[in-house]
């Protein structure tokens, strides 16, 4: 980890939903940061809380679901409790946001030069001309021909990769410091993925945007991400340099998803795959919730949930590495 | 544009035809058209006489096609109740229709869309659950009832307003209308409420309910992510997306309105196609019935060519294969 | 059935029932007024229609609790002398019983209708769907009171009396049925392509077995709401009709009928002839519909 201070903190962050079965506790004790200018990658089954975590950050939960314990800083400073206009404020300006399906995140109503003048004036000093110049620009940085003339079209005219490339010119916009890409290019198709993905890269290298991006591709973390988090049923299992957890993997859950990864340079026989499926969030087990799936399972994982241990070069929530004979 | 236009009018004939057809067959077959219009006494000669007068003695398709060319120059022929040509007697009541329809759809929308959008915004607030509740009354109450209620009241008890006919109308040629004496327009407050009250919850329950759902849309979830402000989230994003199924139905709706206008007129006793029509119904009028039917069905399929125009207008999408660029 | 009403008890639609007041109120309300009404003949205070029991001196009361009311009669007497508390009850019964048959009427050839479409598609779909779209642009009302107008010039008058009341039930019935249609086709489309469905019918399961054991169960859920929130506007049409006066025929009061003739009397002070009729068919109409309002919510959890 870097020295600079951190962009973005979590801590022991927790998110529920009031349903008329009990309380699910959707997120519990996830806790991480991003310096700036970092990309932070984040993986896991879907329902593991990955979107949910990017969700909580943006200040966008939906209903009825609520931060029920921990903080968010950002810059420093607690956003977690802000009132929705000054968390308004924040949004598109310091934290963009990135969603999965870019046909369904542009309004169809709308030119997208409406949707770009709109956010760059929202948060920008610029007057209509100047802001137009600037969202012909961003077309332009986005890889959008003839931004120009394309300025004035309807996102029902441009391709689903287009969408996204436009999608990510609205995040960008006002230059914010944090982008959340929430599945970038899971909608996408494979030939248009890679593209997306290094467009994505270079903007936020250029712009020195931090950025957390959210997938269940493993390719993509290893190409794009400095860090990752591995999450399963709402916790972070896994966090730790990308070539780390990629290569040596030190929590059983990770070391199998990893496993399932086909490997680019050999052929394989067949991919190790995990036996069983994530328990659902209201029959979460006992102990630590991967305890059922585990190769390595041992008395303690069945009975106390462990938190995250220095594991060698990365950092794990399992019992492997509790060096301590006992906890309590 | 154009042949967007007159794709939808040749769209619409067939379903005019079909009205047709069903008004000429209640026409020509239902009741005894000679019979009623010989009386009592009548020869063989006489009654041979008018039926080939009257073409009944063509084939079906001949007479359905005078029928429908008589129906397109407005010949309805002679309302067995009345004696008089149907389409002057229509003529003669469609501008209180007209004006009463008028006063409860502005009402209806004026009021009906403010309330449905605010109820989704803030579904929670008391005032919302106020509103709903109000919109449930509103279509569990039956139309002849509110007018009634509203007759006890305003007319019977308080005295403010009239609780029949139109009051003092102008003559504007053919056309009389009551928005010019203060008479008239105290006499359409009433019959306007009774009728549009319906259509006003109807509008406000349909407009929360697409604003719910425009709400949990990703461009709006989008949208907000952006940073937006509310007005512009609310107004310019998820009520501009919300009006396109609105709109479809609202036109139907201000449709149904003339076709309500039957009970409140009877109510108000206000002097109008509606109150021809049912009086036309309890002796079985049937030439007043058929082009009344015909009528109707017009005022829908005009309505139903509006929408589309609207449609157009709001929705990009359906604009394929135009150029690119400005409107 | 026995397993459908069982898993009932058990769902998320029961929980729901349990835990909003207003909707078991409005079950309340709704089971007062069809017990009041399919009992009437036993538990109304008075005959209305035994003329031998009318008094002419007793016409005009008012309710109970006014200045000249009597204890006999609770909501007072019509200007025959008639209980309204016993006419309401009788009336309802009228009301009810033309709802419900119009109702299960319209359902039963929607549903047909409906299943036909969807399930043999083609042009059979296209003709059945154009019809029902060049009904449903008119008014119910409407249609209702053309077929009561064209009824009435074919029948003798005499003859039409007598069958006024399935006339009225036919009318709003066969005005309701292309929503019916339209929700189930839109389901047996759905459920068509569902494998198990082409399964059957690659083993050769007659088209009209399939429709019947394995798309039909399918569509209840919809055609519920449906026929719940149509059951209001069948007793509101029917009620409208009569007040128009072409609806049931007048020896058999419905609520519409008693509000038209206290209608009559609205000015001469004498309220309580029309206004309680119309609160009895309001309560009822008002339950039914925060029954199917209530039923479509928990039908389709997307919406809350």
Known sequence: ?328 | MFAFIINRILQAIPVMLAVALISFAMFAYVGDPVAIMLGQDFTEAQRDALVHDLGLDQPFWVQFATFTGHAIRGEFGLSYRLSRPVAELIGERAPATLELAFCAAVLALAVGVPMGVYTGLYRNSWLSRFFLTFSLVGVSLPTFLIGILLILVFAVWLGWLPSFGRGDTVQLGWWSTGFLTWSGIKALILPSITLGLFQLTLIMRLVRAEMLEVLRTDYIKFARARGLPNRAVHFGHALKNTLVPVITIVGLQLGAIIAFAIVTETVFQWPGMGLLFIQSVGVADIPVMSAYLLLIALVFVSINLIVDLLYYAVDPRLRIGRGKGGH | ?304
């Open chain 1, 1 to 328: 980890m870097s020295n600079t201070a951190p962009l973005l903190q979590v801590k022991n962050l927790r998110v529920e939903f009031p349903t008329r079965r009990g309380t699910l506790v959707a997120l519990d004790d996830v806790s991480f940061d991003i310096a700036p200018g970092e990309v932070l990658g984040v993986v896991g089954e879907s329902g593991a809380g990955k979107s949910m975590t990017g969700a909580a950050i943006i200040g966008l939960l939906e209903p009825p679901g609520r931060i029920a314990r921990g903080e968010i800083l950002f810059a420093g400073k607690r956003i977690d409790n802000l009132r929705y206009e000054q968390m308004r404020r924040l949004r598109g300006k310091e934290i963009g946001a990135i969603f999965q399906d870019p046909l369904t995140t542009l309004n169809p109503l709308y030119t997208v030069g409406h949707q770009l003048v709109e956010t760059i004036t929202t948060h920008l000093p610029l007057n209509p001309a100047e802001a137009r110049k600037r969202a012909i620009e961003w077309l332009e940085h986005v890889g959008i021909p003839a931004a120009a003339q394309r300025i004035d079209s309807y996102p029902h005219e441009f391709s689903g990769g287009m969408r996204q490339r436009v999608v990510i010119a609205l995040a960008l916009c006002a230059e914010p410091k944090l982008i959340v890409a929430d599945e970038p290019t899971t909608a996408l198709d494979v030939s248009i993925q890679a593209q997306v993905i290094a467009l994505l890269k270079t903007l936020a290298r250029e712009k020195g945007t931090a950025m957390m991006l959210v997938t269940h591709d493993m390719g993509v973390i290893a190409e794009t991400a400095d860090r990752v988090a591995v999450m399963y049923a709402g916790r972070i299992a896994e966090i730790g340099p990308v070539r780390e957890v990629v290569k040596h993997a030190n929590h059983p859950y990770s070391a199998g998803l990893m496993a399932s990864i086909p490997p680019l340079d050999r052929r394989v026989e067949r991919l190790a795959q995990i036996d069983g499926a994530m328990p659902r969030l209201s029959a979460i087990p006992q102990g630590c919730a991967y305890n059922p799936r585990c190769p390595q399972v041992f008395g303690k994982c069945r009975e106390l949930r462990p938190d995250l241990l220095d594991a060698v070069t990365t950092r794990a929530a399992c019992w492997l590495y509790d060096t301590e004979t006992a906890r309590g």
């Open chain 3, 1 to 304: 059935m026995a397993a459908a009403i069982a898993r009932f008890f058990d769902s998320d639609v029961w929980w729901s029932f349990k835990r909003s007041p207003v909707t078991v109120a409005s079950a309340i309300v709704a089971a007062i007024c069809i017990i009041g009404a399919a009992l009437a003949p036993f538990i109304a205070p008075h005959n209305p229609f035994d003329l031998a029991s009318l008094n002419l001196i007793d016409a005009f009361k008012p309710p109970s609790w006014a200045e000249e009311g009597t204890a006999e009669y609770l909501l007072g007497t019509d200007d025959q002398g008639r209980d309204m508390l016993s006419a309401i009850m009788y009336g309802a019964r009228v009301s009810l019983l033309v709802g419900l048959s119009a109702t299960l009427f319209a359902t039963l050839l929607g549903v047909s209708v409906g299943l036909l479409a969807g399930y043999v598609g083609g042009a059979v779909d296209g003709l059945l769907m154009r019809i029902c779209d060049v009904q449903l642009t008119f008014p119910s009302i409407l249609v209702a009171l053309l077929v009561d107008g064209v009824v009435r010039a074919v029948v003798p008058r005499e003859v039409h009396d007598q069958i006024a009341l399935f006339v009225v039930i036919f009318a709003i019935g066969i005005s309701e049925w292309p929503k019916f249609a339209r929700t189930v086709r839109g389901s047996t489309l759905v459920e068509r392509n569902k494998e198990y469905v082409q399964a059957a019918r690659v083993i050769g399961v007659p088209k009209l077995r399939i429709m019947a054991s394995h798309v039909l169960p399918n569509v209840v859920g919809p055609v519920l709401v449906v026929a719940t929130l149509n059951l209001g506007l069948a007793i509101l049409a029917e009620a409208t009709l009569s007040f128009l006066g072409v609806g049931v025929p007048p020896t058999q009061p419905s609520l519409g009928t008693l509000i038209r003739i206290g209608n009559d009397f609205l000015f001469s002070g004498e309220w309580w002839i029309t206004i309680f009729p119309g609160l009895a068919l309001v309560a009822m109409v008002l339950s039914v519909n925060l029954l199917g309002d209530w039923l479509r919510d928990a039908l389709n959890p997307k919406l809350r």
